[in-house]
């Protein structure tokens, strides 16, 4: 029935569109219920008079069922006073758990009501806390970044204020294809080095790989090998297999079984990922014997007993 009634608004037929949304919505369903509440609230055609009571009502319904769409209506309604006596608290209340639901817009909206609006004191941290959720790299496409350029020059401007996540975030943007803005491996680096520097132990790896590739900087082994350690001295598995892959591929190393074997066992003690998992496995089962792998579990059991907890990340 929804979708029939958007094959109807589509084709500028309000009136039985909402007839359609109607019938849905009465049944219950909160995506027809928020769509219905969107054309009482003047966003889609004229097949009722504009009714902001209404539209809130019906948002409501919707909104109580999760549905984040009518969560941020719902939201925008209570923030601005439409339909509903003004409340900045709930609004805000309801944009939250918009953006707990993933809604990116959501999310762009605290981001700019915390970062320059009349609704709340000014909030730099908490701004950039909801820019960086909704802008990081696997989320933020080109229309994206188009649609909300200010907010992305805004966020990019000041995300030095934040803390390692958020510079991880950054840097991510800069070091990816097609996420918002043009991949510029320099100015990734400088992001990663500035995310390290505020603890993100994610950092220290892409800054190792990209000293290993050559990506920004100059190929150096030795670097790439420096900034590994230092995550992998965290208990970081990720940087562990890339310091084996190391030995593996003597890259600025000679090869040294002994040495792959350490790091190759220490980081088989979490769950890798299925293609790291395999080619730990098989070094550990083909390359090494009884006696070699005693000797290695043994030093491996002190570093456990002086490190943090061995993780992937």
Not at 32 to 58: F, H, I, N, P, T
Request: hydrophobic residues 40%; aromatic residues 12%.
């Amino acid at each position: 029935m929804t979708c029939l009634a958007v094959d109807h608004m589509d084709l500028q037929n309000f009136d039985e569109a909402t007839r359609w949304f109607r019938k849905a919505a009465d049944l219950g369903f909160p995506a027809a219920q928020y769509m219905l509440g969107s054309v009482y609230d003047g966003d889609y055609g004229k097949g009722v008079e504009k009714d902001s009571v209404e539209a809130v009502r019906w948002y409501r319904l919707a909104a109580d069922q999760g549905d984040a769409d009518a969560q941020r209506a719902l939201a925008a309604n209570y923030i601005l006073g439409n339909g509903v006596a003004k409340d900045i608290p709930t609004g805000l209340g309801w944009y939250r758990k918009a953006a707990e639901n993933g809604d990116i817009a959501a999310k762009i909206m605290l981001g700019g009501i915390y970062a320059s609006s009349e609704f709340v004191p000014n909030d730099t941290a908490e701004a950039v806390v909801w820019y960086s959720s909704a802008f990081k790299a696997e989320s933020l496409t080109r229309s994206l970044a188009e649609e909300y350029a200010e907010e992305l020059r805004w966020f990019l401007s000041v995300a030095e204020v934040g803390d390692g996540d958020v510079l991880l975030n950054v840097a991510n943007l800069y070091n990816s294809t097609g996420g918002g803005v043009l991949r510029d491996s320099t100015e990734a680096m400088h992001w990663y080095r500035m995310a390290a520097d505020k603890g993100s132990e994610e950092a220290l790896c892409f800054i190792g790989k990209m000293y290993g590739d050559g990506d920004g900087v100059d190929q150096d082994f030795s670097e790439a090998m420096r900034w590994y350690q230092l995550a992998a001295e965290r208990g970081n598995a990720g940087a562990m297999f890339n310091i084996g892959m190391m030995y593996v591929c003597s890259q600025g190393v000679s090869l040294d079984k002994h040495e792959l074997g350490f790091w190759f066992y220490l980081c088989s003690k979490c769950s890798l990922p299925q293609v790291q998992e395999s080619t730990v496995q098989e070094v550990l089962t083909t390359k090494f014997g009884p006696d070699s792998l005693a000797e290695i579990r043994e030093r491996a059991q002190r570093w456990i007993e002086t490190h943090p907890k061995i993780h992937f990340r």
